[in-house]
């Protein structure tokens, strides 16, 4: 089994500034649209938030990558591609293993800028695209499917939902630190995180300083308990209400 550290959403450099915690639950801001879109931040509801945190660069009108995708029945669509595609493939992602999506956030109640886990994907079916897109997929207006964003583009599915609250067991970074210096857990080791193989950002304490770029960080856990228990934790947290 594998875990999939996803990172998404506005940023400094997609969108510009962290996404919002508002009224207590995090409201992940989908990047803007690279082409492929017929949905704006508007028929999100994200329109004020994405205006505020870009500094007045997007607004309601303007289409995002709506990617990943939650629909009705606590499912979840996200699609990749190119490099990235290509590192899922190689880590030997498929179905069973579980997406966590990561992103950063902040303004309102929680106003330091931090990495946290907003919501989970966990894959029940694989949609490779060059082979033809699901109707499904493209009535639902998913970008992957309204355009070929790379040879390799696919779109997973399965079980999944946002997280309701924005509670400090979601939170990834350490209380005053970076956003990028998180707090791991017990089970997490040098060797067991893909693009995180240098000792120096092993840190004393129980730390790990991420990488600043990258999109899919892959955990192979195999079946090793302790992970799977630390996993079903954090997806009873993202459930609960």
């Known amino acids: 089994m594998r875990i999939i550290f996803s990172r998404k959403g506005f940023d400094s450099a997609a969108g510009g500034g962290p996404s919002p915690v508002v009224g207590g639950r995090p409201l992940s801001l989908p990047i803007p649209s690279g082409g492929y879109s017929r949905t704006s931040y508007g028929d999100l509801g994200l329109g004020e938030h ?3 945190a870009s500094r007045g660069k997007m607004g309601a009108d303007d289409l995002c990558h709506h990617d990943p995708m939650f629909v009705a029945g606590d499912k979840c669509h ?3 591609c190119s490099a990235a595609q290509t590192h899922l493939q190689r880590q030997g992602v498929g179905i069973g293993d579980v997406f966590l999506f990561f992103g950063l956030f902040g303004e309102e109640e929680i106003g330091e800028p931090h990495h946290r886990i907003f919501g989970y994907l966990e894959i029940a079916e694989i949609a490779e695209l060059a082979a033809g897109v699901p109707p499904a997929l493209a009535q639902l207006g998913h970008p992957h499917a309204l355009g070929m964003h790379g ?9 999944g939902i946002l997280a309701r609250r924005a509670s400090d067991a979601l939170r990834l970074t350490v209380e005053g630190g970076p956003p990028s210096m998180w707090k791991r857990p017990d089970w997490l080791k ?4 893909t693009y995180h193989d240098r000792a120096d950002r092993w840190i004393r304490g129980g730390k790990l300083r991420s990488v600043a770029r990258g999109q899919e960080f892959v955990a192979d856990i195999g079946r090793r308990k302790a992970p799977r228990q630390w996993l079903a934790r954090v997806l009873d947290e993202i459930r609960a209400s």
């Open 190 to 193: 040098r060797g067991g995180l």
């Open 78 to 80: 996200f699609g990749q």
């Open 50 to 52: 994405a205006s505020r």
């Open 151 to 159: 040879k390799n583009d696919c779109i997973y599915s399965g079980p």
